[in-house]
T-cell receptor
Framework: NAGVTQTPKFHILKTGQSMTLQCAQD?????LSWYRQDPGMGLRRIHY???????DKGEVPDGYNVSRSNTEDFPLRLESAAPSQTSVYFC????????????FGSGTRLTVV | GQNIDQPTEMTATEGAIVQINCTYQ??????LFWYQQHAGEAPTFLSY??LDGLEEKGRFSSFLSRSKGYSYLLLKELQMKDSASYLC??????????WGAGTKLIIKP
């Protein structure tokens, strides 16, 4: 099992450009979420999904969109990138019960110039 | 409000013991997680506590006191590979995680 796969690992984007960060999990987990990690701050949840077809906003959703058409994939889209979106992005999956924790993807380091 | 605090950085010696503390204020507390994150890598799950007391997993132990809003991660027989950031996160009644900024642990020979 690959676990949670994120692509790309690194990307540089110009202000105003759009892009999609990919997240795919093969553990049959229902719960998927996107986090951003910035220096000196805790992880902050952007959007999450408890099942295919169901998505909801997290703590910092502005400027980001998500969709969940199947169990495996949970892409994160930046429609018009801003320098404030420079960050490391993690996709995380889990079972409904928290006991086993979240499995994180390897992350995408995004720079918006 | 919801808040979680942990020290920014700690230094310890190889072979020694270190305790990383975490205090939290969480509405509808639903458990406390510890994760390890090596530089440039993803966080990996270490432990989950929802009941008071100490849980041991090999060299790592995690303690929780719900009445005090306090947890600690205890690392024994420190190895150089334990150099990493340790993230504390509490879960609220909506199953949302509130994350601390992490404690960077530096191990010296």
């Amino acid at each position: 099992n690959a676990g949670v796969t994120q692509t790309p690992k690194f990307h540089i984007l110009k202000t105003g450009q759009s892009m999609t960060l990919q997240c795919a999990q093969d553990m049959n987990h229902g719960y998927l979420s996107w986090y951003r990690q910035d220096p000196g701050m805790g992880l902050r949840r952007i959007h999450y999904s408890v099942a295919a077809g169901i998505t909801d906003k997290g703590e910092v959703p502005d400027g980001y969109n998500v969709s969940r058409s199947n169990t495996e994939d949970f892409p994160l889209r930046l429609e018009s990138a801003a320098p404030s979106q420079t960050s490391v992005y993690f996709c995380a999956s889990s079972l409904p019960t928290p006991y086993y924790g979240y499995t994180f993807g390897s992350g995408t380091r995004l720079t918006v110039v | 409000g919801q808040n979680i605090d942990q020290p920014t950085e700690m230094t310890a010696t190889e072979g020694a013991i270190v305790q990383i503390n975490c205090t939290y204020q969480t509405s509808g507390f639903n458990g406390l997680f510890w994760y390890q994150q090596h530089a440039g890598e993803a966080p990996t799950f270490l432990s989950y506590n929802v009941l008071d007391g100490l849980e041991e997993k090999g060299r790592f132990s995690s303690f929780l006191s719900r009445s005090k809003g306090y947890s600690y991660l205890l690392l024994k027989e420190l190895q150089m590979k334990d150099s990493a950031s340790y993230l504390c996160a509490s879960m609220d009644s909506n199953y949302q995680l509130i994350w601390g900024a992490g404690t960077k642990l530096i191990i010296k020979p």
